[in-house]
């Protein structure tokens, strides 16, 4: 799940300086009996039985060696209930932080240094919205999630403070009235909002564009960020195609020109308000940027040796300890139509149902789709009322009442627009536009706001989209499932047991009065804004397509040439390409496909854009000495793989950062390239006009040369003089953060739940997508969060592997006992057929019914 987007600068994650004092404590409690003693209370009981009112029957929970629970009941009821003890077992602090993150009730917990990020969530009132979406449920999915939500408060029931979780133990020496409310319905549908917001698609870029526009002429910032390669790099519908029409909607250059199409100078300001307060917000899913994407891709049985299909999904979000996903299994004793589901594979903990994986007929995996879901509005403000068509109209005003733990209520009140809320001040990104943009798109004179109009602020079906995927029997059920899966949208790929394969984008993507989504757009006219939504029928699909494949790597996905124009800003498809040439070359070579190669596939660091430099580099080899000329010589032929032990790969990623630096680095801060595929684009474009004036005064060859040689002097001085020593992975490191405490300031709290560092290979824009920022350094960013290969020959043969384990308790065994297999790129076997699951169990507990 994800796409590219404004290449943002790295995660902070939240900081929470809890004292000198806890120092002491923490390291004093680490060093005596009671300290192992604290840590292990929170640990789930696994085996044996317990007692659970609430339930109508027993419930059975196996788990393996890994501890991946795999729960069988004999009602939905009882197995949604079983779900959320389960879960709330194994991650209730994450679940925990998470409501309160996406409530907008952080300072509750941390106390005032969450204000701003508190103010932020209810300015866009995630909350409110999911409480009506959980009004609009069908009588189905509302019965799921309150029997979630009751199972859940059955483990409340039993737990408190650390016996719940150490870090509870750890918020109690700074916050010790903190305690944890009951788990509600609407607490697990607010995370769809944070599922929408990480994955927004092209918002980041049109505040990029727009920041650009006060320091660039307008054909520099469309340089910078370049159209999709149509016709030569692959689309998702069956190969390269011509771009989309764009019907009814004016070109990017004409949008920004007038009066009715934008605004005035002062403000860009407020826009590079937002990008900074964004920067704040706690990325659940991962820090925005152009790795934030995802693999999926399915394999006709005619191409397989088995004659089955298979499938492989690897999403590409930010790492945090503990994984992102919450592997399981969720089984009726008997499928029928009263308990229909017997479906495996990751969910996120505090959403009931099974996201991705697959159930006893049909597979399916997810990538982003990326549409533009999101639009900035310049707005005339005066008080309390806001133009529109010439006539002021009063805002929509809203109070919201922040509790601070340690100090007192903070009231705000939140201002809305007809389209959406007034976002100005409660970011730097949105000032900056505010201030900045107006003048460059040649606005008259003023003071301006910037208003947000969102698909994901108004109330969908998401929340009962993960039941009817999950007890789908066919293609035409996966299709009504996907049709429910309107925010965020994302590439469905799809596979069955009859031997069919597909592709659908769902999603609520809208349509344009006017405009292509990439700049924001004057709202003191009705002129603009969104006249609909897109229908389901009109969004791209494909079953059984002539190649016998699909590939979804957040490449396009158009319905063909005049198909509707979902996006501007799609991924450039580096990934796409590798992998159709990876599914090529094995079955050009008269090869059928298995689930080996695909898992093989799915570890691939192939660098396209090492591969675009490699012949500039080799024709300046012979004029070159020094430094240059021990750079050069070392890339001389390297297979351009950016492997973990590679030199080569080492002094590139040092090569193409301080390159990018070298050109962009007078660029406003907030634009500054991450590295990823766009900068792979646009300088790419470069490399074929040696006289550009952004290579500087000696053009190209002088730039590649220079940065060679200042490249040198960085690698010798961060991994010594003997280049034959130098690996990729030594600088390509990987710390599993904790996303409450994991960058807390404090040695032995981060400690406590951080694991790490780990040795990587891959990088951004390559199938083994493990991502970085040029901006921050080496380290990574992004990596695929979980690993699967489906087999539908053989579901007990698919292979599955998360990026930590299955555990949230710090030094559980499995808290990251799958972290060194993900890192050597190995799976795991998991079984999926209650024999096999029996059979492979180490512990099993059941849940007994009482009452």
Known sequence: MGTDAPRTRRHRGLKFLIGLLITVLVLGVAGAGFGWWTVQRSFPTTSGRIDVPGLTANVTVYRDDAGVPQLVAETSDDLFFAQGYVHAQDRFWEMDFRRHVTAGRLSEMFGESQIATDTFIRTLDWRGIAEQEYAQLDEASRAYYEAYAAGVNAYLGERSGADLSLEYAVLGL?????????????????????MAWDLRS??????????????????????????????EMPTIMGGPLA????????????????????????HLAALASLAETIDGIPELLGPEGGDLGSNSWVVSGALTESGKPLLANDPHLGPAMPSIWAQMSLKCAEVNDACPFDVTGYSFSGLPGIVIGHNDRIAWGFTNLGPDVADLYLERVEGDSYELDGQMMPLILREEVIEVAGGSPVTITVRSTGRGPIVTGIGSDFGAVAGSYPAASGAPEGEYQVSLQWTALTPGTTAQAIFALDRARDWEGFRHAASLFDVPSQNLVYADDAGNIGYQAPGKIPVRKTGDGTVPLPGWTSATGWSGMLPFDRLPSVQNPPAGYIVTANNPAPAGPDGPLLTKDWDYGYRAAGIDRLIRERLDAGEKLTADDL????????????????????????????????????????????????????????????????????????????????WFDVVGTLLGEPDNAWWGEGGRDAAITGALAEAWGEASGLMGDDATSWEW???????????????SGIGAIEWLFNRGPYELGGGSAVVNAIGWDANAGYGVDWVPSMRMVIDLDDLDGSRWINLTGASGHAFNPHYDDQAPLWQRGETRAWPFTLGAVTAAAKDTLVLRAVG
């Open 243 to 266: 771009a989309p029409a764009a019907a009814a909607v004016a070109p990017a250059s004409a949008q920004a020109t007038t009066e009715t199409d934008a605004a005035a100078p002062e």
């Open 202 to 231: 092209n918002l980041g870029d049109e505040i990029d564009r727009a920041l650009l526009a006060s320091a660039l002429p307008s054909e520099e910032v469309a340089r910078l960020h370049p159209d999709f390669a149509w016709g």
């Open 729 to 743: 992975g030594e600088l390509h490191t990987l710390t599993l953060t904790n996303q409450s405490f994991g960058e």
């Open 174 to 194: 700074q916050n010790g009235a903190y305690s944890p409310e009951p788990w509600t319905p609407v607490d697990s549908i607010a995370w769809l909002k944070a």
């Open 599 to 678: 898992l093989e596939m799915q570890l691939d660091t192939s660098d396209l854009n090492a591969q675009q430099f490699l012949p500039v580099v080799a024709e300046l080899a012979a004029g070159l000495d020094g430094d240059a000329a021990r750079g050069a010589a070392l890339l001389d032929g390297w297979n351009t793989k950016a492997d973990a032990d590679s030199a080569e790969a080492a002094y590139f990623a040092v090569f193409w950062r301080t390159l990018l630096d070298d050109l962009f680095g007078e660029l406003p801060e907030e634009t500054r390239p991450q590295g990823g595929d766009r």
